[in-house]
Nanobody, 112 residues
Framework: VQLVESGGGSVRPGGSLTLSCVASGFTFSASAMNWYRQAPGKGRELVAAITSAGDNTIYADSVKGRFTVSRDNAKNTLYLQMNNLEPEDSAVYYC??????RGQGTQVTVSS
């Protein structure tokens, strides 16, 4: 099982980033998927989740209206579009396949 995130980086407040997570080693299209984040000194936070078919999503209150989770099952890829980023969004972002595995994470830093 492999989950490989990319797309992190440093942006100014109000900026945007799109994270990607390429999955392999399991049936991606059959698995719901999550994005988590963890900032230094804080616990892990569920940011967004999406069903296996991509027909239902949930978001943390802190990101509603700014973040969009999506997936392309043909490409075994999960996405997180992040708009209007705030310094509080700075964290390591992980994609997660429940009961299967988690990626190594990608750093997002929002700073002026």
């Amino acid at each position: 099982v492999q989950l490989v995130e990319s797309g992190g980086g440093s942006v100014r407040p109000g900026g945007s980033l799109t994270l990607s997570c390429v999955a392999s080693g399991f049936t991606f299209s059959a698995s719901a998927m999550n994005w988590y984040r963890q900032a230094p000194g804080k616990g892990r936070e569920l940011v967004a989740a999406i069903t296996s078919a991509g027909d239902n999503t949930i978001y943390a209150d802190s990101v509603k209206g700014r973040f969009t989770v999506s997936r392309d099952n043909a490409k075994n890829t999960l996405y997180l579009q992040m708009n209007n980023l705030e310094p509080e969004d700075s964290a390591v972002y992980y994609c997660d396949a429940p009961r299967i595995g988690r990626g190594q994470g990608t750093q997002v830093t929002v700073s002026s």
